[in-house]
Structure formats: structure tokens, C-alpha cells
């Protein structure tokens, strides 16, 4: 167990609708991650939150958005849903202290689009 | 940006066989390295990392060995147990020139390994 947490574990909606995937860090983690894990693109980086603010950004659609709220939790916004969005959706936590930030994953929430 | 490239695609060794995983990477300016072990329906799990100032790092059965002259790194897992199956994910960190904390992870495309009893 990471110390990470998702929710909810799995999601099963419709094309056009809109969800949201909440992700708690590991306690004392400031950074927040989310990644996208598809099978023909794999793990890929969409957000980086530290501390309430965005830090880095991949090539996440315009469609989805993040925040991370003062508590540290974050939440991943995906809306006008496609059948290409279906997909596990992971967050990562890193520590402020040290270099090089370790990342560790959340359980990830399976989104299904019908 | 980094880009990250992971062969083989897939593994399959014996119990008790070594497994080696073999990754390039592209940026000269990656200085973190980290190895991730996925378990069907779960998240992906840090098994070991090494930074550029080191050369070879081990743990028990595994060791990841780095030549920042080439830019590969590798994974090494030695006397290979049946719950040693899995998708292994080999990952560097793309330095963030604006911010000094975090900097996104670039995966390689996992290699799925099993190990026959």
C-alpha cells in the first residue's frame, strides 16, 4: 500500500457526460501527479500540482482539468467524455524533501466510456 | 522532451533464471531513474531507482545498473520467482527547468514478464 488513495476505483459512463477522479496523497507529500495508462499509449503524464499550484503540464485535452484544494487532495475533471478517454487514470505523490522526489501510485480509477 | 524507449516487449525465463530489462533514454539532462512493477489491476510500484551520480544500485534480487555515456539503464533480477510476473516499467524524470520540485516521469512501454514455475 502507498498511501495513496483513489476514488472511485471504477467509473462506467457515458459518451458526452462529465466525472470526476479524486486522489488523496501519501501524508506530508506536497506534489500531486496524475498520469493517463491506455494500452496503445501508456503511462502517460497529464498534470502536476505542488502545493495547491500547477507546476507541469503534458499533453493533457483541453476537455480535462485539474486542482488541488488546501487539504492536498486533488481532483481530475474530464468532461465531453469520448470512447477514447476510457482508460486507467493514476495519481502519483512525491515528498518536498530530497532531490529527486520519488513517485508513488495511487490504486488508479478505471474509467469506462460507453 | 526525454523519450524513453523499453525492450523486450515481453520476457519469459524459468524460475530461478535471471531476467534483464534493458531501457535508452534521450535526454542528457534526466537525472533520476526510477523501475516500476505493475500487478494486473493494481497501480504501478517503485521497486528501485538510481540517480546519475551513480553507477549500479542493488537491492536483495534486483539491481539496476546506469551508463549516462549511453543513455541506458537496466534492470537485473536474479533467481526469478513465480511472483516476480508482472509489467515492468522502466521511467526518467524530465527535469523541471522552471521548478526545482518534481518533474514529470517518462515511461518506457513496460515489458510484461512471466515467470514458468
Known amino acids: 500500500d502507498s498511501g495513496v488513495t483513489q476514488t472511485p476505483k471504477h467509473l462506467i459512463t457515458a459518451t458526452g457526460q462529465r466525472v470526476t477522479l479524486r486522489c488523496s496523497p501519501r501524508s506530508g507529500d506536497l506534489s500531486v501527479y496524475w498520469y493517463q495508462q491506455s494500452l496503445d499509449q501508456g503511462l502517460q503524464f497529464l498534470i502536476q500540482?505542488?502545493?495547491?499550484?500547477?507546476?507541469a503540464k503534458g499533453n493533457i485535452l483541453e476537455r480535462f482539468s485539474a486542482q488541488q484544494f488546501p487539504d492536498l487532495h486533488s481532483e481530475l475533471n474530464l468532461s465531453s467524455l469520448e470512447l477514447g478517454d476510457s482508460a486507467l487514470y493514476f495519481c502519483?505523490?512525491?515528498?518536498?524533501?530530497?532531490?529527486?522526489?520519488?513517485?508513488?501510485f495511487g490504486p488508479g480509477t478505471r474509467l469506462t466510456v460507453l | 522532451g526525454e523519450n524513453v524507449e523499453q525492450h523486450p516487449s515481453t520476457l519469459s525465463v524459468q524460475e530461478g533464471d535471471s531476467a534483464v530489462i534493458k531501457c535508452t533514454y534521450s535526454?542528457?539532462?534526466?537525472?533520476?531513474f526510477p523501475w516500476y512493477k505493475q500487478e494486473l489491476g493494481k497501480g504501478p510500484q517503485l521497486i528501485i531507482d538510481i540517480r546519475s551520480n551513480v553507477g549500479e544500485k542493488k537491492d536483495q534480487r534486483i539491481a539496476v545498473t546506469l551508463n549516462k555515456t549511453a543513455k541506458h539503464f537496466s534492470l537485473h533480477i536474479t533467481e526469478t520467482q513465480p511472483e516476480d510476473s508482472a509489467v515492468y516499467f522502466c521511467?526518467?524524470?524530465?527535469?523541471?527547468?522552471?521548478?526545482?520540485?518534481?518533474?514529470?516521469?517518462?515511461f518506457g512501454q513496460g515489458t510484461e514478464l512471466s515467470v514458468k514455475p
Open positions: 500540482y505542488y502545493n495547491g499550484e500547477e507546476r
Open positions: 502519483a505523490s512525491s515528498s518536498p524533501r530530497g532531490r529527486y522526489n520519488e513517485q508513488f
Open positions: 535526454d542528457s539532462a534526466s537525472n533520476y
Open positions: 521511467a526518467a524524470k524530465e527535469r523541471n527547468k522552471i521548478y526545482n520540485q518534481g518533474g514529470k516521469l517518462i
